[in-house]
């Protein structure tokens, strides 16, 4: 088995976050340095800035937090908000080369307003397949939306290599179809945007299940995603199984994933109590077992 990589973007710097909401609000460099400092320590690739809408002061939040997390850490950050001046602003006072625009959407006034900032700014963008109409409905509508950001990276001389595309992950416990639809897409994308990269909220397909579960189904998650080319991932820097899967590692439970995605014959009783919790979960994300709050318990 090759080895698979992906990037890992740290999404605990986040203004729902009752300590670091406050800290950002009040403009106290502390709390945000810290979280940063521990991001980076977890050994992560990019730390996420997520100030949320910032219809306020979202001009003034995201270039504070941009200069307190890069007079501590050299990572590269992404740049995560709704507001297309918050982001803006922080390109502005990025170090150049460093930012990550996090994300646009694919309706019309946020393309107009947002992605012109990639070429402008010299950064990389993510592109999310939201369309005007909202969630694209299976992987044919993820690879139309897909095209349509390539269209508009063309129109802007944005080269493919720095547009990263996230097809949406979706609640497992909500729609597997939709679940099953992101990894399908995710086989095709080369062949949409040659030489695109790739990117997903990986903790979205956990959301809704219990607290101490939601581990087993993003690390199964990212490990079915990187199977097709999954270039990185926004995930929990604390997570220490997923970083360490993201890395290369864990490569039994790698071949253990793929085998229930292939369909093959797996003897449970020859598994550990870990590979047994995986086998489950993966089970559950491939719509072999309906998704229930006890499926670890077989």
């Given at each position: 088995?090759s080895?698979?990589?992906?990037?890992?973007?740290g999404?605990?710097?986040?203004v729902?976050s009752?300590?670091?909401?406050?800290?950002m609000?009040e403009?106290?460099?502390g709390?945000i340095?810290?979280m940063?400092?521990?991001?980076?320590?977890?050994g992560?690739?990019?730390?996420?800035?997520?100030?949320?809408?910032?219809?306020?002061d979202?001009?003034?939040?995201?270039p504070?937090?941009v200069?307190?997390?890069?007079?501590?850490v050299?990572l590269?950050?992404?740049l995560d908000?709704?507001?297309?001046d918050a982001?803006?602003?922080?390109?502005?006072v990025?170090k150049?080369?460093t930012?990550?625009?996090?994300?646009?959407t694919?309706?019309p006034?946020k393309?107009?307003?947002?992605f012109?900032?990639?070429?402008?700014?010299?950064?990389?963008?993510?592109?999310v397949?939201?369309?005007?109409?909202?969630?694209p409905?299976?992987?044919n509508?993820?690879?139309?939306?897909?095209?349509?950001?390539?269209?508009?990276?063309?129109?802007?001389g944005?080269p493919?290599?720095?547009?990263?595309?996230d097809?949406?992950?979706?609640?497992v416990?909500?729609?597997?179809n939709?679940?099953?639809?992101c990894?399908?897409?995710?086989?095709s994308?080369?062949?949409?945007?040659p030489?695109?990269k790739?990117?997903?909220?990986?903790?979205?397909?956990s959301n809704?299940a219990?607290?101490?579960?939601?581990?087993?189904?993003?690390?199964a998650?990212?490990?079915?995603?990187?199977?097709?080319?999954?270039y990185?991932?926004?995930?929990?820097?604390?997570?220490?199984d997923?970083?360490?899967?993201?890395?290369?590692g864990?490569?039994?439970?790698?071949e253990?994933?793929y085998?229930?995605?292939?369909?093959k014959?797996?003897?449970v009783?020859?598994?550990?109590?870990?590979q047994i919790?995986?086998y489950?979960?993966?089970k559950?994300?491939?719509?072999e077992?309906?998704?229930s709050?006890?499926?670890?318990?077989?």
């Amino acid at each position: 088995m090759s080895e698979l990589r992906c990037l890992c973007i740290g999404e605990n710097l986040n203004v729902m976050s009752k300590v670091l909401g406050p800290a950002m609000k009040e403009r106290n460099k502390g709390p945000i340095q810290e979280m940063a400092k521990a991001e980076a320590e977890q050994g992560v690739d990019y730390i996420d800035l997520n100030i949320g809408p910032a219809r306020k002061d979202g001009t003034e939040v995201m270039p504070f937090v941009v200069q307190a997390v890069q007079e501590v850490v050299d990572l590269p950050i992404s740049l995560d908000s709704y507001n297309g001046d918050a982001v803006e602003a922080g390109l502005k006072v990025a170090k150049p080369g460093t930012a990550l625009i996090n994300s646009v959407t694919l309706q019309p006034a946020k393309m107009e307003r947002v992605f012109p900032l990639a070429p402008k700014y010299d950064a990389d963008i993510i592109v999310v397949l939201w369309g005007p109409d909202g969630m694209p409905r299976d992987e044919n509508e993820r690879a139309m939306f897909a095209a349509e950001a390539m269209m508009k990276a063309d129109e802007l001389g944005i080269p493919y290599e720095r547009l990263w595309i996230d097809p949406i992950a979706s609640p497992v416990s909500v729609e597997i179809n939709q679940v099953k639809a992101c990894v399908s897409f995710m086989q095709s994308l080369q062949d949409i945007v040659p030489g695109c990269k790739s990117t997903v909220g990986l903790s979205n397909v956990s959301n809704g299940a219990p607290e101490e579960l939601r581990g087993w189904l993003n690390c199964a998650y990212l490990i079915m995603l990187m199977r097709y080319g999954m270039y990185s991932a926004i995930v929990d820097a604390f997570d220490e199984d997923l970083i360490a899967i993201a890395k290369g590692g864990k490569k039994d439970i790698v071949e253990l994933v793929y085998d229930v995605m292939d369909g093959k014959s797996v003897s449970v009783d020859s598994l550990t109590e870990e590979q047994i919790k995986y086998y489950r979960t993966a089970k559950v994300l491939v719509g072999e077992t309906l998704y229930s709050a006890s499926w670890l318990e077989g």
